[in-house]
């Protein structure tokens, strides 16, 4: 699993990205604080590369809404 490391942006707190299933990991940071868990949002069938210009994009939120925009996704909570 690949990790995007020093993410710079409003919007996104991590990125990981599993070649082998293509699946896309995002977490996105939290406009308030509050009770809720953190929540980390899996998307599929992310190609390497879609995978690549999130990597070399200088906006990763702009990026990633065109990567993931329609494909399906699960939202699950992190301990």
Do not use: C, H, W
């Amino acid at each position: 699993m690949e990790i995007l490391s020093e993410i710079k942006s409003s919007n996104v707190k991590a990125v990981k990205y599993d070649s082998t299933t293509g699946r896309l990991y995002v977490q996105f940071l939290r406009k308030k604080v509050s009770d809720k868990p953190q929540e980390e949002y899996i998307y599929r069938n992310v190609d390497e590369s879609e995978f690549q210009l999130i990597k070399e994009s200088e906006s990763i939120g702009s990026i990633l809404r065109k990567v993931v925009k329609g494909k399906m996704f699960e939202k699950i909570e992190l301990p």
